[in-house]
């Protein structure tokens, strides 16, 4: 039987309006790049929103799910299995971590990160520790405690009463959290750089600062590495760049190279007080996905590929300057490593997604951060002659969009 033929008018017939994809249907991926069903071709700096961070259809992990889905794809958390053993080693190996707890997103990561945390404090202090303190504009997932963590009443508002004892404090501001912060806080959660919420890296000071106080007040530091973690910044997790290490730590997006999986990263410490039955997800950990992200693991846990990726970040630096200065619409590029912002100045002030629009008409595509950043998250491996390409077509986009005025 062949399949029905499916548009995007098949989109808002079938699916559920919360998301409003773009008209173009991608059907296939190889590297950098991508074809829709026109058989059109795109050079891709989404990356599947930091998640494709070998690109499609890469070798190593092609092979890896080939191999695996002919051994074994899931069998429970009733077992345990050998390619979650071997990924969570490698995490352990590489990192601050002595234990590893694997699951399927990065909300449930960060859901798991915080009852972790609550369960900690209360089985440690006592049931007045039970105080989150997270940040304005962060963004965490969208379980009900993970959307009500993150910053943004927008996405929390309007799902009835939200999990009790959440604070916000602002974002690089070391001030505002020390108002908050006291001995009844149990843990602040935070992004090392601020992704859906602008690509705006916490300054060394402020996240030296939020350690600082969170040892102060017995509170556990979350770093939500969700979409900075897996080499994304040039190292494998961000807090390595800082010199600053989280009691918890959450991974997902990059970690499966496309595939779904997240995982917590841990102290025995801390992690000792998720006892047997406290917490679980049938599908976390499944061979499948374990063989997947080892595999991804193996490519970018390397110098060469980590160093690759800060040369990477120059060139688009170095390009994104060059079109700043010939059209001016630019304030600032920021970010580090494979995760960048184009942030648009005073004059532009609210066009972020016109210009990923005129992005995708020459053939490129890009994010967007909020209304006024322009967000690349390309492959890690991504070839430098498709990054040239790529800014080609977004410079003849950046022109469209300012003649349109
Ligand atoms: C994407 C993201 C999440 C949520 O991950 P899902 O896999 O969509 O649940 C959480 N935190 C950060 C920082 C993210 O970028």
Redesign the pocket.
């Known amino acids: 039987m062949s399949e029905q033929t499916v548009t995007r008018a098949t989109f808002d017939e079938v699916m559920l309006p919360n998301y409003s994809p773009l008209q173009m249907i991608p059907v296939k991926g190889l590297g950098s790049h991508v074809w829709d069903q026109e058989g059109r071709e795109y050079i891709d700096f989404s990356g599947g929103?930091?998640v494709n961070c070998l690109g499609h259809c890469h070798p190593a992990l092609v092979s890896a799910i080939n191999e695996q889905s002919q051994k074994l794809w899931h069998v429970s958390n009733i077992w345990t299995n050998e390619p979650a053993l071997q990924l969570a080693q490698k995490l352990v190996d590489s990192t601050f971590a002595d234990k590893v707890f694997f699951c399927?997103?990065?909300?449930?990561?960060?859901e798991a990160a915080l009852k972790l945390a609550r369960r900690y404090a209360l089985e440690k202090f006592g049931a007045e520790k039970d105080q989150i303190i997270a940040f304005k504009q962060?963004?965490?997932?969208?379980?009900l405690f993970?959307v009500t963590a993150?910053g943004q009443p927008a996405y929390s508002d309007g799902f009835g009463p939200k999990p009790g004892a959440i604070d916000h404090a602002v974002y690089n501001d070391l001030s505002s959290l020390e108002a908050l912060i006291s001995d009844k806080t149990c843990a602040v959660i935070l992004?090392p750089m601020?992704?859906?919420g602008g690509v705006t890296p916490a300054t060394e000071s402020f996240i030296k600062g939020v350690r600082e106080l969170c040892n102060k007040h017995n509170a556990l530091m979350i770093l939500?590495?969700?979409?900075?973690g897996f080499g994304r910044t040039g190292h494998l997790y961000m807090y390595q760049a800082y010199g600053v290490t989280p009691d918890i730590l959450?991974s997902?997006?990059s970690l499966g190279g496309g595939f779904?999986i997240?995982a917590i990263l841990t102290t025995n410490e801390v992690g000792q007080h998720l006892k047997f039955g406290t917490h679980g997800t049938t599908y976390g950990g499944n061979p499948l996905g374990c063989a997947i992200a080892g595999a991804a693991f193996d490519v970018i846990n390397t110098e060469a590929v980590l160093s690759g990726i800060m040369q990477r970040e120059q060139m688009f630096r170095e390009h994104l300057t060059a079109i700043n200065e010939k059209y001016n619409v630019f304030s600032e590029i920021r970010g580090q490593g494979l995760l960048l912002g184009a942030v648009m100045n005073e004059a532009h002030q609210g066009q972020a997604r016109e210009f990923m629009a005129a992005a995708l008409e020459q053939g490129l595509m890009v994010l967007v951060a909020g209304a006024n950043v322009v967000r690349f998250a390309p492959a890690l491996v991504i070839e430098p002659q498709d990054i040239a390409d790529g800014l080609a077509r977004f410079e003849k986009a950046v022109a469209r969009v300012v003649a349109a005025g």
């Not at 399927?104 to 960060?110: L, R």
């Not at 962060?138 to 379980?143: A, D, E, I, P, Y």
């Not at 939500?224 to 900075?228: N, P, Y």
């Open positions: 929103i930091a399927n997103s990065g909300a449930e990561a960060n962060s963004f965490h997932g969208r379980t993970t993150g992004e601020l992704g859906e939500d590495e969700v979409q900075t959450s997902a997006k779904p997240g």
